[in-house]
């Protein structure tokens, strides 16, 4: 069965940090990532995806994953954040052939202005 | 511009009464998904189809609730009796799942506004 641990409950950070949340998934297959936000109050929204192909995956926002295969991991970095970045992260796997997507608990991320 | 429509985007009900969230997906899609989320649990899969047929609805309570897609355009989930613990916001997503055949032209899953749902 597919899973997805997301390390970080609540990070808190200021303008201009870098950021890197953690993301680990467990499928004994070939998997699509993905992370996606939620701003307060609103629906989820897609910030990047791997499928296959170059495993440095870029989004929107400033916003990068590296999936690593070897630790089973899909991290999502940003260089420098800003406070409009203030949402919930939620990292998701599927099974390439599976149409079941799951999604980790989510990270709260804070930026101090 | 194509997204996913939930009707209603609130709903306040009162214990025992069923209730019942609409769902359109994205014209074309094949996959639906059904997801839950409170601040206890986060986003749980209630259930899933693809191509109308539901695939596992594992993460439903089945005495309880239902899902179905009475045609393409359509997703239902459907709550009878409502209790207070099923407060919280559902959300509808859809998406294109060709599997192995043309993985080239699989998505990601596109989330609607979310019903809210509050049962006192």
């Known amino acids: 069965a597919q899973s997805v641990s997301q390390h970080n409950h609540h990070v808190i950070l200021s303008e201009a940090a870098s950021l890197e949340l953690g993301c680990n998934y467990s499928?004994?297959?070939?998997?699509?990532l993905f992370w996606y936000v939620q701003y307060p109050g609103q629906h989820l929204q897609l910030l990047l995806k791997?499928?296959?192909?170059?495993?440095l995956v870029k989004g929107i926002k400033g916003f990068e994953a590296e999936f690593i295969k070897s630790k089973f991991s899909f991290n999502l970095r940003k260089p420098s954040v800003q406070w409009s970045d203030t949402a919930e992260y939620f990292c998701a796997v599927k099974g390439s052939s599976a149409s079941k997507i799951i999604f980790g608990s989510g990270t709260r991320l804070s930026i101090r202005p | 511009d194509a997204r996913v429509t939930q009707t209603p985007r609130d709903k306040v009900t009162e214990m025992g009464q069923e209730v019942t969230m609409r769902c359109q997906p994205i014209l074309g899609h094949n996959t639906v998904f059904w997801y839950r989320q409170t601040m206890m649990q986060g986003l749980e899969l209630l259930a899933y189809f693809r191509n109308r047929a539901p695939l596992d609805d594992s993460g439903m309570p089945k005495d309880r609730f239902s899902a179905e897609m009475p045609d393409a355009t359509l997703a239902t989930l459907k709550i009878q009796p409502s209790e207070p613990r099923d407060s919280a916001v559902y959300f509808c997503?859809?998406?294109?799942?060709?599997?192995?055949?043309?993985?080239?032209?699989?998505?990601?899953?596109?989330f609607g506004q979310g019903t809210r749902l509050t049962v006192v």
């Open positions: 499928y004994g297959g070939t998997v699509n």
């Open positions: 997503a859809s998406g294109l799942d060709m599997g192995a055949i043309t993985p080239l032209m699989n998505t990601e899953a596109f």
């Open positions: 791997y499928f296959s192909g170059d495993p």
